[in-house]
């Protein structure tokens, strides 16, 4: 009998949990995210977006806590597709942000091993321009002739424009990372919350 009531307990608090966080963000209205072009990894049909600011410590926080729990169980098993839409706002942070977009133009895995890089290693806020390049070098794994040669044509700052118009649309004041699972902002969440919900939305897309 007690068992079963800790079952009935734990189904009713899912279901309570899951529907809270429905409400929370259909009040908040849902925000249709433009995706396409940006760095991505799965190939599922929930789609998990994330603003982040690469000199953001709550960004490299979520890298080392909540994304590998998601990779795990989502990205890795083709349940869900995640994307990064990069941001520049923080002092210092073009320069990264810059090299992490020259870094997708060889390709998205580029991109993830740049970051991962940056988030493992960190950087000094005084790294040099040419200190940076070096990093990204290292971190993407291009050679360091052809990273070069795009950095110094490629021009990131349209798109890093639009990366930060888009975060404003979708969250009003901008706080990184911002994280949005099928546009419903889930930014505060707990990863406990956070994969409830993302469980129900695998569910509902009719992926086992």
Request: aromatic letters at 12%.
């Amino acid at each position: 009998m007690r068992k079963l009531l800790v079952i009935i307990t734990m189904f009713v608090t899912s279901y309570i949990v899951y529907y809270y966080l429905e409400y929370r963000s259909q009040g908040s209205v849902k925000v249709s995210l433009v995706t396409e072009g940006h760095p991505a990894q799965g190939t599922g049909n929930v789609s998990i977006v994330t603003f982040q600011d690469l000199r953001c410590s709550g960004c490299r926080y979520f890298y080392h806590h909540t994304y590998p729990k998601l990779k795990k169980r989502y990205i890795d098993t083709g349940k869900v597709r995640y994307v990064v839409i990069p941001l520049a706002f923080l002092p210092g942070s073009k320069e990264l942000a810059h090299g992490a977009l020259v870094a997708q133009t060889f390709g998205d895995a580029y991109f993830f091993a740049y970051i991962e890089f940056l988030y493992e290693n960190g950087h000094r806020q005084n790294d040099s321009t040419e200190t940076l390049l070096q990093k990204a070098v290292m971190a993407s794994g291009v050679p360091k002739d052809a990273f070069q040669k795009r950095a110094a044509l490629f021009d990131s700052e349209k798109g890093l424009e639009s990366n930060f118009q888009q975060a404003k649309q979708a969250m009003g004041q901008i706080a990184t990372p911002g994280i949005f699972v099928e546009g419903a902002d889930l930014s505060e969440a707990s990863l406990r919350d956070m994969i409830r919900y993302i469980d129900r939305k695998v569910w509902e897309s009719g992926h086992e």
